[in-house]
């Protein structure tokens, strides 16, 4: 099977920082790579889909990155909104999750 | 207004069965794939399985195969998740989610149910 790993496991960030999330897989996955965000008592919110490709709606300050087993996600400029819990997921076949990756405030 | 709607919240037993639901409008509920996806208290995301409502082809984790049933009725557009006999790690709360892609088996999550609680006590 195929393993996602996220790093940081949380990262404390302030209001206007840039954020990257770092997402790799355990053996190549091509982009099918998506990226979620989590509020509490929420379902998640797909953000990036195909590693880089973001979803409709979907603030530009968000973007994805990599291909193989190394991704990224990055927050160009941190928002209130955005502190959640961000999870990497690969979807060609098993659709695995990274363990995710709580922002906080600083 | 594309949107999953999930049956409510359940409290169970140990070794009772259960089946919750997923009901899809303002799409095509036969050409687009639905999956289930687990959260355990205070956990993250697992990816169960997903069915193909059209012909009811499914595709489970090796993690979750055996353990639960995923099934749909496409004459009253709706996804299904069910258990024979559970247990109390079943406790968490459930999501189904559709796929992003027409007709992709292999595909992120678009449109996601609010989710449904379930707890197991022993």
């Known amino acids: 099977d195929i393993q996602m790993t996220q790093s940081p496991s949380t990262l404390s960030a302030s209001v206007g920082d840039r954020v990257t999330i770092t997402c790799r897989a355990s053996?190549?996955?091509?982009?099918?790579l998506a990226w979620y965000q989590q509020k509490p008592g929420k379902g998640p919110k797909l953000l990036i889909y195909?590693?880089?490709s973001l979803e409709s709606g979907v603030p530009s300050r968000f973007s994805g990155s990599g291909s193989g087993t190394e991704f990224t996600l990055t927050i160009s400029s941190l928002q209130p909104d955005d502190f959640a819990t961000y999870y990497c997921?690969?979807?060609?076949?098993?659709?695995?999750f990274g363990q995710g990756t709580k922002v906080e405030i600083k | 207004e594309v949107q999953l709607v999930q049956s409510g919240a359940e409290v169970k037993k140990a070794g009772e069965s259960l089946k919750i639901s997923c009901k899809g409008s303002?799409?095509?509920?036969?050409?687009?794939?639905i999956g289930w996806v687990r959260q355990m208290p205070g956990k993250g995301l697992e990816w169960m399985g997903t069915?193909?409502?059209?012909?009811?082809?499914?595709r489970y984790s090796p993690s979750f195969q055996g353990q639960v049933t995923i099934s749909a009725d496409k004459s009253i557009s709706t996804a299904y998740l069910q258990w024979s006999s559970l247990k109390a790690s079943d406790t968490a709360m459930y999501y189904c989610?559709?796929?992003?892609?027409?007709?992709?088996?292999?595909?992120?999550?678009?449109?996601w149910g609010q989710g449904t609680m379930v707890t197991v006590s022993s």
């Open positions: 069915i193909y409502p059209g012909d009811s082809e499914t």
């Open positions: 195909k590693a880089s």
């Open positions: 303002g799409y095509g509920f036969t050409t687009y794939w």
């Open positions: 053996q190549t996955i091509s982009r099918w």
């Open positions: 997921q690969h979807y060609n076949s098993y659709g695995t």
């Open positions: 989610a559709r796929h992003r892609g027409y007709g992709e088996p292999n595909d992120a999550f678009h449109i």
